[in-house]
């Protein structure tokens, strides 16, 4: 009874976090700056890209390099398929343009023509057009996700990793050759794409909604268990009867498909299709979400997604110019605050020892680098300026090498976030659902036996003892 009371309250919390979620989402369509609104779009897009991610690296615990590939292919299909007729003719009086009649011609606007379906063929129903180029180019890159996901039945480890880091560069460096060119039109790409489902809120937080509720399912159903199983023991899991092969292939596909959309949105928050907006820099910031929100977390993911975006979208003062003494002031209460956050973390979940050496490592380095700033700054060359290019992936490389050295597992670990955590209740309580299905372990009849066993196995003792002493 409590049990079924604690879900009622849960469903309801969740229609009204959702109720809230789309009153603050109105909220920013209405009155958001224009670079909050992309922000968000990105977040929602990028979302989606690190959840489908979290399926091979965090559930399944194969450790994969080349999502950038699969988006790829995802985005350029997207592109090619509702790509303007005005883009279209610009391409092809181009003396640069490398693609030719039939490439120009893969549109979806012509199919719905050539059937007669000219009522979907309008600026109207562009929308529509979107929605078959989009999961056409998932359809696609989870072709290629079952074929990458065949090395997997053989390799495991950093063998794999290199595999899939492979395929994204060789499918990256390949849409730039003369046989792939007609499709991509080489290094120059092509501008034009649709951008209002890209940069719209709702389009892009549709997509992340369907993708989290199709990856939460996932994750508790019979096949999540097993890819979960298959992370923490491959020999155990195919004791047990899981289908390793069938289990791998499947998670590449399924989270290939997700990353072809997720490059259908990012090709149009782009509006443009170009190699240069593949390369493996966008893995890499799908892996820091991955890894400090929580592997095999989809909240967690969410949760490094926002962060990983946010220093992306307003870093832009972190690589402005600095002198050398502000650098050290700065760093010094970076790394303070990690050991505080780290600090107030263990004493949470009352984690032991509570100070370990690496605490005192971050705490000194912090100290020094303070007192350096503080006490020389009338130094000669510590007021001369530098300006950090590239401090937003430092920051990001930083964040991710403190997260795996005070808490490899990420924020929230494998855990979800669970409204029990504002209620403060306890997790470690056995459901009524799991107490029932366990009653054969505290059943009367399983007691008796348990008992008989015990008096024999005393019996037996008592015996052995008597006869030593005779």
């Known amino acids: 009874m409590l049990d079924t009371q604690k879900r009622h309250r849960n469903t309801i919390l969740n229609f009204a976090a959702i109720g809230v979620l789309i009153v603050f989402l109105l909220i920013i369509d209405g009155i958001g700056s224009v670079k909050l609104e992309q922000a968000f779009a990105l977040f929602a897009i990028w979302g989606i890209a690190a959840v489908s991610l979290n399926l091979i690296n965090g559930t399944t615990g194969i450790l994969s390099l080349g999502h950038h590939g699969f988006m790829l292919i995802g985005g350029y299909i997207t592109a090619l398929l509702i790509l303007s007729s005005e883009s279209r003719a610009r391409i092809a009086n181009s003396a640069r343009s490398q693609m030719n009649e039939f490439t120009l011609g893969l549109s979806i606007k012509n199919w719905f023509e050539a ?262 700054a009338s130094g000669g060359q510590l007021q001369s300026e530098y300006r950090a290019f590239g401090m937003r992936a430092i920051i990001l490389s930083a964040l991710l090498v403190i997260i795996m050295i005070f808490k490899p597992d990420g924020i929230l670990g494998q855990a979800e976030f669970n409204w029990a955590w504002l209620f403060r209740e306890r997790k470690d309580q056995p459901t009524d659902e799991e107490r029932a299905q366990d009653a054969w372990l505290t059943g009367p009849e399983l007691s008796k036996r348990l008992e008989a066993a015990e008096t024999r196995e005393a019996s037996a003792e008592t015996a052995g003892e008597s006869s030593e002493a005779n």
């Open 115 to 376: 059937l007669g379906l000219n009522a979907l063929a309008t600026d109207d129903t562009l929308w529509l057009r979107f929605i078959v180029a989009i999961v056409i180019g998932g359809i696609i890159s989870m072709i290629f996700g079952l074929i990458v996901g065949i090395p997997s039945l053989r390799l495991r480890g950093d063998y794999l990793a290199i595999v899939t880091f492979g395929f994204g560069e060789i499918i990256r460096l390949l849409a730039s050759t003369r046989l792939f060119a007609p499709f991509t039109n080489g290094s120059l790409g092509f501008s034009g794409v649709p951008s209002e489902f890209g940069k719209s809120l709702w389009w892009t937080f549709g997509f992340l909604a369907i993708t989290v509720f199709v990856m939460a399912k996932l994750k508790y159903s019979s096949y999540g268990r097993a890819l979960q199983g298959i992370r923490e023991d491959e020999i155990a899991a195919e004791a047990m009867g899981v289908n390793l092969a069938y289990h791998k292939v499947l998670a590449f596909a399924i989270s290939a498909f997700f990353a072809g959309i997720a490059g259908g949105l990012w090709v149009s928050w782009l509006a443009t299709a170009r190699l240069d907006v593949f390369l493996f820099t966008l893995t890499f910031f799908f892996l820091v979400a991955v890894s400090v929100g929580g592997t095999g977390s989809v909240t967690g993911v969410l949760i490094g997604t926002a962060l990983v975006v946010f220093v992306r979208q307003y870093g832009d003062p972190l690589e402005e110019s600095y002198t050398l003494w502000q650098w050290l002031l700065a760093g010094g209460v970076l790394l303070l605050a990690a050991a505080v956050a780290t600090l107030i973390y263990r004493n949470i979940r009352r984690l032991r020892p509570r100070l370990n050496a690496s605490i005192y490592i971050v705490v000194g380095l912090g100290i020094i680098a303070l007192l350096i700033g503080l006490f020389a």
